[in-house]
């Protein structure tokens, strides 16, 4: 973080400074335990924990001073709410930056789009992007105060569970490239549309300057349309974009190999992760490093080291016994849980098993998109598929007579674990809700 003294982060918050004004904190956490050395404690006050009752403990561990909501009896600045005045900090270092602000934004493959651009920029200058998915008003604002004097590039993912929530994720950002991967059907159910969604997620174009340049999918209708919504300039990827994908092969271990072409320049592709999908994300970092002038030749030698970064992404394990595990419990819906299927299928392994958890903020959508994965499944030639929970259960439906509903992550271990042989591959995948990684644990400790 850009060194920046008490008194100037209450000027920027709209707070008060109890304490020495002076003093300079060089770095903003939120998890006492997470304390160093010139640290700003931001005591949030949660449902179930309040950051304020560690305010004593976090002074001790070495901070500075406590970003507080109420006077402590301990160095702080207090201010009408933290995570307003972490935006507004945010907003304070982000002009203190020359770096390079990359937004990203999508229905689904933010996280390793994110993963995959900041490896690719890491060999062109420091870097900093988000742990996981920090995409929120929490998130964002944090890691662009992780940005020092030094930063080149600053990778930056923005969700939304509404209207108005990107374009406020800008406000603290600024970013000069803007991202658009793709518009699906997560979150359906509180958008009401995938129009809603796309005039959401078009926001971040539209936060865009003139200089700045706004990275689209070609091949997705309703983000090629955002070109319309910004006075930045425009580059797309896509099988007819400005960075052209070529056809994708799937190796035998369902890692992907493609071509990528830009001006006349064509060159071959590799990114060592499972499925089909990880060329159209490569496509995509690929388009936002050249945005940030970034050469095709620094950027496909890159991609070819770029292992999964994130956990609970297609995470692959091997047993002892030769039973392979994906992991893809993260998240879910249904454009990426095909995917992960899909991805599964392409490995050629005789027994392949899914075990699935329901999908989300899908509405009215839900019961048909359900018994779509259950039938993609069977198609793919998936031998068994385990739906957890009643949520599921359209899942199984869908699978036919491969098909069955467990009621809990308990049950589906116990009735995998009596039946699983070497080398077969189970997927397991829902939405974070689901907690569907217990599964993938449990396998993997037997």
């Not at 010139?38 to 070495?62: C, M, P, Q, Y």
């Not at 071509?259 to 690929?286: K, R, S």
């Not at 039938?375 to 957890?388: K, N, P, S």
């Given at each position: 973080?850009?060194?920046?003294?008490?008194?100037r982060?209450?000027?920027?918050?709209g707070?008060?400074?109890?304490?020495?004004?002076?003093?300079?904190?060089?770095?903003?956490?939120?998890?006492?335990?997470a304390?160093?050395?010139?640290?700003?404690?931001?005591?949030?006050?949660?449902?179930r924990?309040?950051?304020?009752?560690?305010?004593?403990?976090?002074?001790?561990?070495?901070?500075?001073?406590?970003?507080?909501?109420?006077?402590?009896?301990?160095?702080?600045v207090?201010?009408?709410?933290?995570t307003?005045?972490?935006?507004?900090?945010?907003?304070?270092?982000?002009?203190?930056?020359?770096?390079?602000?990359?937004?990203?934004?999508?229905?689904?493959?933010?996280?390793?789009?994110?993963?995959?651009?900041?490896?690719?920029?890491?060999?062109?200058?420091?870097?900093?992007?988000?742990?996981?998915?920090?995409?929120n008003?929490?998130?964002?604002?944090?890691?662009v105060?992780?940005?020092?004097?030094d930063?080149k590039?600053?990778v930056?993912?923005?969700?939304?569970?509404?209207?108005?929530?990107?374009?406020?994720?800008?406000?603290?950002?600024?970013?000069?490239?803007g991202?658009?991967?793709?518009?699906?059907?997560?979150h359906?159910?509180?958008?009401?549309?995938?129009?809603?969604?796309?005039?959401a997620?078009?926001?971040?174009?539209?936060?865009?300057?003139?200089?700045?340049?706004a990275?689209?999918?070609?091949?997705?209708?309703?983000?090629?349309?955002?070109?319309?919504?910004?006075?930045?300039?425009?580059?797309?990827?896509?099988?007819?974009?400005?960075?052209?994908?070529?056809?994708?092969s799937?190796?035998?271990?369902?890692?992907?190999?493609?071509?990528?072409?830009f001006?006349?320049?064509?060159?071959?592709a590799?990114?060592p992760q499972?499925?089909?999908?990880h060329?159209?994300?490569a496509?995509?970092?690929a388009?936002?490093?050249?945005?940030v002038?970034?050469?095709?030749?620094?950027?496909?030698?890159?991609?070819?080291?770029?292992?999964?970064?994130?956990?609970?992404?297609?995470?692959?394990?091997?047993?002892?016994?030769?039973?392979?595990?994906?992991?893809?419990?993260?998240?879910?819906?249904?454009?990426s849980?095909?995917?992960a299927?899909?991805?599964?299928?392409?490995?050629?392994?005789?027994r392949?098993?899914?075990?699935?958890?329901?999908?989300?903020?899908?509405?009215?959508a839900?019961r048909d998109a359900?018994?779509?994965?259950g039938?993609?499944?069977?198609?793919?030639?998936?031998?068994?598929?385990?739906?957890?929970?009643?949520?599921?259960?359209?899942?199984?439906?869908?699978?036919?007579?491969?098909?069955?509903?467990?009621?809990?992550?308990?049950?589906?271990?116990e009735?995998?674990?009596?039946?699983?042989?070497?080398?077969d591959?189970?997927?397991?995948?829902?939405?974070?809700?689901?907690?569907?990684?217990r599964?993938?644990?449990a396998?993997?400790?037997?």
């Amino acid at each position: 973080m850009i060194p920046i003294d008490l008194d100037r982060v209450a000027e920027v918050t709209g707070g008060s400074v109890h304490g020495d004004g002076s003093l300079v904190v060089s770095s903003v956490v939120i998890d006492s335990r997470a304390v160093e050395a010139g640290t700003l404690f931001a005591a949030l006050a949660g449902e179930r924990v309040d950051g304020h009752e560690f305010a004593g403990a976090a002074i001790k561990s070495g901070a500075v001073a406590v970003l507080a909501s109420r006077q402590l009896d301990v160095p702080c600045v207090v201010v009408p709410d933290v995570t307003a005045a972490l935006a507004a900090l945010a907003r304070e270092i982000r002009t203190r930056t020359s770096a390079s602000v990359i937004g990203l934004t999508g229905s689904q493959g933010k996280t390793s789009v994110k993963d995959l651009l900041a490896h690719i920029l890491e060999a062109s200058g420091p870097t900093i992007a988000p742990p996981g998915s920090l995409n929120n008003e929490l998130g964002v604002p944090l890691t662009v105060l992780r940005a020092d004097v030094d930063t080149k590039f600053l990778v930056i993912e923005m969700g939304a569970r509404g209207v108005g929530h990107i374009a406020e994720l800008c406000r603290i950002a600024s970013p000069d490239v803007g991202v658009v991967l793709n518009v699906g059907s997560a979150h359906v159910g509180e958008f009401g549309s995938s129009e809603v969604i796309a005039q959401a997620k078009g926001e971040l174009v539209e936060a865009l300057t003139a200089e700045g340049v706004a990275v689209l999918n070609a091949d997705d209708p309703l983000v090629s349309a955002m070109a319309a919504r910004t006075s930045a300039r425009v580059l797309t990827f896509g099988t007819e974009g400005d960075v052209a994908l070529g056809p994708v092969s799937l190796d035998e271990d369902g890692q992907p190999h493609f071509t990528l072409t830009f001006e006349g320049t064509t060159v071959d592709a590799h990114v060592p992760q499972i499925g089909e999908h990880h060329a159209v994300n490569a496509a995509a970092a690929a388009s936002a490093a050249i945005a940030v002038g970034v050469g095709l030749e620094v950027i496909v030698a890159r991609l070819w080291s770029a292992t999964a970064a994130s956990p609970m992404r297609m995470e692959h394990h091997v047993r002892g016994d030769g039973v392979i595990v994906i992991n893809d419990a993260y998240n879910a819906n249904p454009e990426s849980m095909a995917a992960a299927l899909r991805a599964v299928a392409s490995l050629g392994k005789a027994r392949t098993i899914a075990v699935l958890g329901e999908m989300l903020e899908l509405g009215d959508a839900s019961r048909d998109a359900h018994l779509a994965m259950g039938r993609l499944a069977a198609d793919l030639g998936f031998v068994r598929v385990i739906a957890v929970g009643a949520g599921a259960a359209a899942i199984a439906e869908g699978a036919g007579e491969i098909g069955e509903t467990v009621e809990d992550v308990d049950t589906a271990v116990e009735v995998l674990s009596a039946s699983l042989r070497a080398d077969d591959v189970v997927l397991v995948k829902a939405s974070r809700g689901g907690r569907l990684e217990r599964v993938a644990h449990a396998l993997l400790a037997h």
